[in-house]
């Protein structure tokens, strides 16, 4: 597997205040790195780090085994920052286009990259409309048109649904689902939810150190299961599952919301186990899912 980020004992300081703190992490090719943390973690600080805006104050970060920002890894690495704007005085199919030529195509070239990257984000009719007169969503789909120009293979996205309603959200996350067999990304988004449905891997920052995990549900033989009550029948089904061959600890972490622990060598069919005991008893549920959430795994202590 090719590795497309090498990051090592990466630090930044502001002043007195320590921002990043030793990081170190890698990204092989074809995974989709969610860059999480609570406000002032140092998510922007570590984008910019990545995108070669800032030069880290110690520590190597390497991309495609190039310094971030060189000439090599032009047209390699594309970004949307977290405030890229349009100029509002002109077309967004005219700075498209622009965008294209430096990456060097010929303007018949660029014209056609600029078809493509707006069609994938649903806004071919809006190609003569100036950025200005696009409503705040179109622009921010419009900026992540602008990181798919040319044949990008790692695309680092600061928060790219936020602001977007749920539709034209689901739709980018769909992109960047599709794109995935191809391109490596780093998403730094507030939202767990989009990032468990496209990441495999999670870097967590806090406090300007690294905590990294690996969104697979499948990595032991202890397993997850979460499991959501209509209603709050916990205390009763917590009971009659405890019996369950293979349980290891059921534990209520939310109101109606149980997870379930268990040894999967022993009970294969646990899932299974476990609806036929709620049909038996009359407990209706909303969601059994494998595994648990991504919340769970980074804010809970179980
Ligand atoms: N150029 C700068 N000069 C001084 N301090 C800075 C600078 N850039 C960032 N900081 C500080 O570094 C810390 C991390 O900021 P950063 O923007 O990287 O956090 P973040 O995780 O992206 O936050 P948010 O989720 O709010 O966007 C903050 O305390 C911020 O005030």
């Known amino acids: ?28 090719q074809g995974e989709v790195a969610a860059l999480i943390g609570p406000n002032g973690a140092g998510k922007t600080t570590l984008f910019s780090i990545l995108c070669g805006y800032l030069k880290p104050d110690s520590g190597n970060v390497l991309l495609f085994g190039h310094k971030p920002g060189s000439a090599a890894l032009f047209g390699k690495v594309a970004a949307l920052p977290q405030d890229a704007q349009f100029d509002p005085a002109f ?90 067999a191809e391109v490596s990304f780093v998403i730094s988004s507030h939202n767990i939810f989009e990032l468990e449905q496209l990441c495999n891997k999670v870097l967590y920052l806090e406090q300007g150190r690294l905590k990294t995990e690996t969104n697979s549900n499948a990595d032991s033989q202890q397993q997850y299961l979460t499991l959501q009550l209509e209603q709050d029948d916990s205390a009763a089904v917590t009971q009659a599952l405890s019996a ?35 049909a038996a008893n009359g407990w209706r549920y909303r969601n059994l899912t494998k595994g648990k959430t991504l919340e769970q795994k980074l804010f809970s202590s179980v």
């Open 1 to 28: 597997m090719n590795t497309i980020i090498q990051c090592q004992g990466v630090s930044q300081a502001f002043g007195s205040k320590k921002v990043l703190q030793q990081l170190d992490f890698t990204l092989q």
């Open 244 to 278: 369950l061959p293979g349980v290891i600890s059921i534990e209520a972490v939310q109101q109606k919301t149980l997870l379930l622990c268990y040894q999967a060598q022993q009970n294969a069919d646990f899932d299974l186990a476990v609806l036929q005991c709620l």
């Open 91 to 180: 077309s967004i199919g005219e700075q498209l286009d622009f965008y294209g030529r430096l990456q060097g195509l010929s303007s018949k070239a660029a014209r056609a990259e600029t078809e493509r990257v707006l069609a994938l984000v649903g806004l071919s009719e809006q190609r003569q409309h100036k950025a200005g007169a696009l409503s705040h969503g179109m622009r921010k789909r419009a900026a992540i048109a602008q990181a798919f120009i040319g044949a990008p293979q790692l695309i680092l996205l600061d928060e790219p649904t936020a602001g977007l309603d749920p539709v034209n959200a689901l739709q980018i996350r769909q992109l960047i689902s599709r794109l995935s």
